[in-house]
């Protein structure tokens, strides 16, 4: 069964700094893997999508990398700004067609 | 702009009580999903629906139940509240797959219930 980690759970770094968010899964049978943002009290943001084909997707200051066969994905964030602070999930699209989710990494931007 | 909206943001129910959730999409979405999120677990899916009067059942079915009537419309009901259901219900809406690939999906805000 697909499983999908985040690691850390919670980061704080001050602004400016460059950072990496890590997600892993278990089982490289995926369709696609995307980044979502959740701000409190708000929805979740879809950032990136990453088709199975793709090695990697960027906007603005946001690049994600994909490496399918070792399970792994990154969220690289630049230069960052008090405003990136929020909770980060990464979801992959299964096999089944069904997304599974990480637990998240919540981000702290230190001004 | 896509906006999924959820009838309610906070919601304090007491235990056996029948709980109502609404979710409202205004893109013309055919799919629709509930999930629930809990500290330290990703998001679960509870159920989804591909078309009008259509449900499949998600990961933890267990407990609630839906309603899709209209397209826009799908409604997520817990039959007899009990306190383990006490959580943060997000709604979700999407097009279905397409040639260029799977579309994401869209969240509204979330309803943080309590069950007492």
């Known amino acids: 069964k697909q499983e999908v980690t985040q690691i850390p759970a919670a980061l704080s770094v001050p602004e400016g700094e460059n950072l990496v968010l890590n997600c892993s899964f278990t089982?490289?049978?995926?369709?696609?893997l995307q980044w979502f943002r959740q701000d409190p009290g708000k929805g979740l943001t879809s950032l990136l999508l990453i088709q199975s084909s793709q090695r990697e997707q960027t906007s603005g200051r946001l690049n994600a990398s994909l490496d399918k066969s070792s399970g792994r994905s990154t969220l690289y964030i630049a230069a960052s700004q008090p405003g990136d602070s929020a909770t980060y999930l990464c979801a992959v699209l299964d096999s089944n067609y069904q997304l599974i989710w990480g637990a998240g990494t919540k981000l702290i931007i230190k001004p | 702009d896509v906006k999924v909206t959820q009838s309610s943001r906070y919601l304090v129910k007491r235990t056996g009580e029948k709980v109502f959730l609404e979710c409202v999409q205004d893109m013309d979405h055919e799919n629709m999903f509930w999930y629930r999120q809990d500290p330290g677990l990703g998001l679960r899916l509870i159920y989804f629906s591909y078309d009008v009067k259509m449900k499949e059942k998600g990961d933890i079915p267990e407990g609630y139940s839906v309603s899709r009537e209209k397209k826009e419309r799908f409604s997520l009901i817990l039959e007899s509240a009990s306190t383990n259901q006490t959580s943060m219900y997000l709604c979700?809406?999407?097009?279905?797959?397409?040639?260029?690939?799977?579309?994401?999906?869209?969240f509204g805000p979330g309803t943080r219930l309590l069950v007492l």
């Open positions: 089982d490289s049978a995926i369709y696609n």
């Open positions: 979700a809406s999407s097009f279905p797959k397409g040639l260029a690939g799977f579309e994401t999906q869209y």
